[in-house]
Structure formats: C-alpha cells, structure tokens
C-alpha cells in the first residue's frame, strides 16, 4: 500500500540504510528522553520509510521508494546511513537493494535529486569510514566525500533541492542529538550553507571540540598521564585520545545524559572527521616523534604545547598526580579546617 501524501507542514524524511552497521540508528534510537519517533513527530518530521523501523517490506517497501522517485510521494529529506559501495568494478553490486534488482547506489542517485535535503548520517555515509577502512576493496564511499576528498557517490557538484550540499552527521555513531538537531532544524527551515562547515557538518556541534568539558580537564592541564585505560588522568599522551582535534560536542551534552567515550576510558578516536578509521598507528596508543604527541591540539603551535607541557608537568599537584594513575580518587582536595563558632 502507497502511503498518501500528507499535508504540507510535515517534513517526509526517507531513510536507507547502505552498508552500514546500523550503530547509526541504534544511537538515534536513544534520542532525547523520548525516543527517536516521538522526538521526530515533535518538529513535524514524518518517517515515510526506514528499513529497521517501518511496518513496510518488500513490495510495500519498494513502492514507497518508487513513489519517492516518481515524485508521487513528496520527498523533503533523504537520510543515507552507511557508506555506497561502488564495487566491484563501479557497478554497486557489492549491494543489491533487495528485491528491486538494483543495486543500492543506483537508487540512491535516483532519490537524491529528488529531495530537498540530503542528510549522511554518520561517518560512513559522509566520508566513506570503516568500510573504506584499508585498500577499500568494494569502493565504499561517503555521499559527496571520499575520506578528505570532495567526490563521493554523489559527486563533488551535487545539491539538493534546497541548494544545500549533503549535510554531512558525521560521527560514528553520530550523537543521537546531532540527528534530531539536524532534521529538526531542516524541518524547520533553519539551516543554510553558513550552518555547515567546510565538510558539510552542522556547526552546531562541529564547532566544538569532544575535548571540550571533558572530565578529565585537570589532568590535562596538568599533563597528568594515565597509563591505563582504568587510570582517571589524561588519555592523550599515552593512550590515543585526539579530541583536542575532533570537532563534536560529546563532552558538552553527555550521550544518553551521562556518558561519553572519555568517560568510559576510550580514548577519542576523532570519528567526526574523514578517515579517521585509518589512523597511523593503534586507536588506543598516541603516535609520537621525539616524545612529543604527533596529533596536538587543532590551533597550539607546537613550540607552544612543548613548553606549556613542561611547565605544567614541573607544576603538578601531588593529587593530581597520584589520582591520574588511579582508578579512583586516592588524594581528595585538599580544604581549610572548618572554624569553630
Ligand atoms: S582525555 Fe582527551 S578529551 Fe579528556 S582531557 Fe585528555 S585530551 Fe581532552
Ligand atoms: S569523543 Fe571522539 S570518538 Fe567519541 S563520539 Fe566524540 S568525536 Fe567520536
């Protein structure tokens, strides 16, 4: 059954899954306090289709998109989760959309034009991520990226309807709040080109670095090192951390309220950013050159963070220092005795 077109002041959001993990929609899933589809009805969001979450498949399903392609069905967002496979040989057969006899690519190219906005939603549909990992051996690409480089499956010239250029949720997964953020404010109206970033992503939260509010702060002014994960100093220059690079605000607003990859012990992998799933050496393990960490912080000229490093390393309370390579808090602050009345 074609489901009939609604009324105009509903946004019709259309969402594929290409090869992706999912992980995407899991992380929506836990959007707000809510849930994702409360949270869509609330800015008027209607979820014509999403292969997890709908009623429809097969036929139904396929006639839903078909529609969207026709135009029958108006078609104000397409959301891609996962990266196109191009392969093997530029054919996208590496991944059939089931039951069509088409391969995902074709339909994506297809739809695309079609809508007022193109949303990427996660790494892997924004700049090719894990399955552009290696030497990519099935061509997966991101929508309008491929890693760094302009020139995905959609190709660098592609807009949407709106004039926009994809706009790139990059994150893997991306924050739940980055997505309803996104298409609620696409629902809206309330995004142009001076809302996204060089690459795409909404600078609502690109703007930030996932650096920013961690709770290890005082370590790392301090550069207080832990040296395993269970350590509650600094990740950065033992164990990998690159949120002084990765735009995201993940240590602002906390995932699900209270959690966040720092939190948990995990260092930042900057997974906003293209390529970030080929780093240049182990995720948990800061690469350096003479002991200096090779990935410094986005705007601190080197010479800078070597003597700043020094100096704070020169002037390291003993709690900081012993609580950094402890698993809980062995030295409390230190506070004036209470005065007697
Ligand atoms: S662990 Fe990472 S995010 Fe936290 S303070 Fe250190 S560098 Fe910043
Ligand atoms: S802290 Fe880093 S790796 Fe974790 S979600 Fe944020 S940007 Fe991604």
């Known amino acids: 059954m074609v489901a009939p077109s609604p009324p ?3 946004y019709n959001v259309l969402w594929l899954q290409a090869a992706s993990c999912g992980g995407c929609t899991m992380a929506a899933l836990a959007a707000d306090d809510t849930g994702l589809l409360r949270s869509m009805a609330r800015f008027g969001i209607r979820l014509l289709w999403h292969p997890s979450l709908s009623e429809e498949s097969g036929a139904e399903a396929l006639a839903v998109l078909e529609d969207c392609a026709t135009g029958k069905l108006r078609l104000d967002c397409l959301c891609v989760e996962g990266s196109v496979l191009l392969g093997p040989n530029g054919s996208g057969r590496f991944q059939m959309l089931s039951g069509s006899g088409a391969p995902m690519k074709d339909w994506i190219a297809r739809l695309a034009p079609k809508a007022r906005h193109v949303v990427a939603v996660g790494s892997c549909a924004a700049f090719g991520g894990m399955p552009a990992a290696g030497h990519n051996p099935t061509d997966a690409r991101g929508l309008q990226y491929s890693g760094w480089d302009p020139g995905g499956a959609l190709g660098k010239a ?9 706009v790139n949720i990059a994150g893997c997964a991306p924050h739940p709040g980055w997505m309803i953020e996104t298409l609620a404010a696409l629902a809206l109206g309330d995004v142009s080109a001076e809302h996204l970033d060089a690459l795409g992503r909404p600078r609502a939260y690109a703007d930030h670095l996932a650096h920013h509010g961690c ?3 005082e370590f790392y002014e301090f550069k207080a090192s832990a040296a395993r994960p269970s350590d509650r100093g600094c990740l950065m220059e033992n164990l990998g951390c690159r949120a002084t690079q990765a735009p995201g605000d993940c240590n602002i607003r906390r995932w699900n309220g209270y959690g966040s990859c720092t939190d948990g012990g995990y260092a930042c992998i900057n997974c906003t950013s293209p390529a970030f799933e080929t780093p240049s050496g182990p995720f948990q393990e800061t ?7 090779v990935g410094l912080p986005v ?4 010479a800078w963070f070597v003597a700043l490093a020094a100096l704070s390393k020169s002037a390291t309370p003993q709690r900081v220092r012993t609580n950094a390579h402890a698993d809980h808090v062995i030295v409390p602050p230190a506070r004036k005795p209470l005065k007697s009345p």
């Open 8 to 10: 105009p002041d509903t």
């Open 287 to 293: 690469a350096k050159v003479a002991g200096i960490p």
């Open 299 to 302: 705007d601190m000229p080197k």
């Open 215 to 217: 709770g290890r702060n």
């Open 158 to 166: 592609f807009r949407a309807g709106s004039g926009l250029p994809v």
